[in-house]
Nanobody
């Protein structure tokens, strides 16, 4: 049973940091490429970062240099470290997974919102 559960969102001031996480129930985790997306009210869902089965990462231009994603293999958790947060980062953040052994960039450019597995989302508010 595939399950992705996000947590760790919250409210911070501009310039602050948050570290949402996504608990992964995948079998096996190593066979799934992963990604983070976000959706602000009234806007379309957009890609944020991808994490490949080869441990490669890819970040969209809006977050590159400020966000970092990695997977804790021992705990089966995907993290998204978000620094230098801006009001424009306010959104619900979702993790997504797909049972393909590809890179993080492949996930974002070839699969995107068509990913089969999604978490419920965690709210991030920057004021």
């Amino acid at each position: 049973h595939v399950q992705l559960v996000e947590s760790g969102g919250g409210s911070v001031q501009t310039g602050g940091s948050l570290r949402p996480s996504c608990a992964l129930s995948l079998n096996p985790t190593s066979d799934y490429c992963l990604a983070w997306f976000r959706q602000a009210p009234g806007k379309e869902r957009e890609a944020v970062a991808g994490f490949g089965t080869d441990d490669s990462t890819y970040y969209t231009s809006s977050v590159k240099g400020r966000f970092t994603t990695w997977r804790d293999n021992a705990e089966n958790i995907l993290y998204l470290e978000m620094n230098s947060l801006k009001p424009a980062d306010t959104a619900t953040y979702y993790c997504a997974g797909a049972p393909y052994r590809y890179s993080g960039s492949w996930f974002l450019f070839n699969l995107g919102s068509e990913a089969p597995y999604w978490g419920q989302g965690t709210q991030v508010t920057v004021s």
